[in-house]
């Protein structure tokens, strides 16, 4: 058990106690055994974090939980926050001299083993799963994406933007991104950094099937994102000076051989992980951390981590009513503590949303996920049929026979409904790509009753 559990046990404690307590109240309340003096030294750590107020003396000493770390947490969001992720929020919202000054940390992802390292708890990479399950699973990368593109667009042009400061509403961003309608009384930077999520977005679902996650495709998203909003020399290039973080303590590299070498890791690494979620949260992580271009990392780092969600036919992750603050206190997190607590609170809250937000979305644009995932299987039952010129119990015996074999039990009966809606509506417009000649079909429909 590594340190940091065993003192969010402690603040659990003292959440669950509420009133003050006496050091051996906490001390009986550990699941694991430790030495007294250990549990001591980590009470006065927190202390000193002033994440628990300490009062009293010897016999009479008491703990609890300091008050200022419950006064950030007065939004709908508080709910989904870990204790660690408070505990993190606690110490990015001290002043910037109470904390110290970081460079970056090698040994943060040196330590990070693909698909033996996870920051994503194992239950959670499965609930992610279930939620983000398209049905698509036997079509060709970026399916669901083309699905549900022009939602997409919007919903992660306007998000991305809005956590940069951008105050394009969403009607707005919506008008130009679908019909190039600006606001007049808007910065042009604003329509520029919008238009240019468009073209990212764009990039990535139609480069779905052949995109690997590697220096070249993250330097391409740069490229497209900050086209016009930084110097041509340093677009879609990895920077050659320094950068500084206005808000934090995080001095990130300044040599561009070294944050080359860094990037190509980093994708490396991500590059090797197995599971979607965790490889989009890595992705998410690891790009900001770097810093590795003059400016645009984080826009890079949003819409890189949506690369696995895409090519896995995903809902995908456009960061929907996550908060400018617990956003900003979460890259504060990654950049001084390499803490991804807050992060993944956020990524898994905002994912959530944005599983509700396209299931809608399917049922108002009428998507039908079994005539799309069955598509081949259906168009050649319809082929053999019109061909064969089956008509009444001979067709429908053979539909009977194909679905049961080559469909899944709880989709049969609307795959079947499919096959039958084809028929009795197929015209020669839709015989294209079944290898039926307009003659076949008309012999076919001439047959009378044929269903």
């Known amino acids: 058990m590594s340190k940091q559990q065993p003192k969010d046990e402690l603040i659990s404690i003292l959440h669950r106690l509420k009133e003050p307590a006496k050091f051996r109240e906490i001390y009986g309340g550990l699941k694991q055994t ?19 107020n300490k009062t009293g003396s010897k016999k009479g000493t008491r703990y609890q939980i300091a008050n200022s770390i419950d006064k ?47 920051y994503l708890p194992c239950k959670i990479r499965s609930e992610l799963a279930i939620l983000g399950k398209s049905n698509l699973t036997n079509e060709c990368a970026g399916t669901y994406a083309r699905q549900i593109y022009n939602r997409l667009l ?7 933007s809005r956590l940069e400061g951008n105050t394009y509403s969403l009607v707005d961003t919506e008008k130009l991104v679908l019909q190039g309608i600006r606001r007049q009384d808007k910065l042009d930077e604003e329509r520029v950094m919008i238009l240019n999520h468009k073209e990212a977005i764009r990039y990535l679902v139609e480069q779905a099937q052949v995109i690997e996650i590697n220096s070249t495709s993250i330097c391409t998203l740069h490229y497209l994102l900050a086209d016009g909003l930084v110097l041509p020399e340093y677009s879609g ?11 934090s303590t995080y001095h990130p590299l300044e040599d561009p051989q070294q944050l080359s070498i860094r990037l190509a890791e980093i994708c490396r690494k991500a590059s090797l992980i197995i599971d979607p979620f965790e490889q989009s949260l890595f ?12 400016d645009v990392n984080k826009r890079v780092s949003r819409l890189s981590a949506n690369i696995p969600l895409i090519q896995h036919n995903l809902v995908p992750l456009s960061f929907n009513d996550v908060d400018k603050l617990y956003y900003a206190n979460a890259m504060i997190a990654i950049y001084e503590l390499n803490d991804i607590s807050i992060l993944l609170d956020i990524f898994c809250f905002s994912y959530r949303r944005s599983c509700e937000q396209y299931k ?12 799309v995932r069955y598509r081949k299987i259906r168009r050649e039952i319809i082929r053999h049929i019109i061909i064969k010129k089956l ?24 795959f079947i409904q499919t096959v039958y809606d084809d028929l009795k509506t197929i015209t020669p417009s839709h015989i294209h790509g079944m290898e039926i000649t307009r003659q076949q079909l008309e012999k076919w429909l001439a047959l009378g009753t044929i269903i």
Request: with cysteine; proline share 3%; hydrophobic share 35%.
């Open 237 to 247: 290039h990895v920077r050659d000076q320094g950068i500084r973080i206005g808000v």
């Open 360 to 371: 809608v979305t399917r049922q108002v644009t009428g998507f039908n996920e079994i005539r």
């Open 391 to 414: 008509t009444e119990n001979e067709l429908n015996n053979y539909i009977q026979d194909q679905s049961r074999s080559l469909i899944e039990k709880n989709d049969l009966r609307g």
């Open 154 to 160: 919007i919903d992660l042009s306007y998000n991305s």
């Open 283 to 294: 992705l998410l992580a690891h790009i900001a951390y770097l810093q590795a271009f003059i």
């Open 72 to 118: 950030v947490f007065d939004s709908g969001f508080q709910k989904y926050l870990s204790t660690a992720a408070r505990i993190a929020i606690n110490y990015v919202e001290q002043p910037v001299f109470n904390r110290k000054p970081v460079t970056y940390n090698d040994e943060w992802i040196k330590n990070y083993i693909p698909n033996k390292s996870f």
């Open 34 to 52: 430790y030495p007294e003096r250990t549990v001591r030294r980590w009470l006065s750590e927190l202390c000193n974090q002033k994440i628990i």
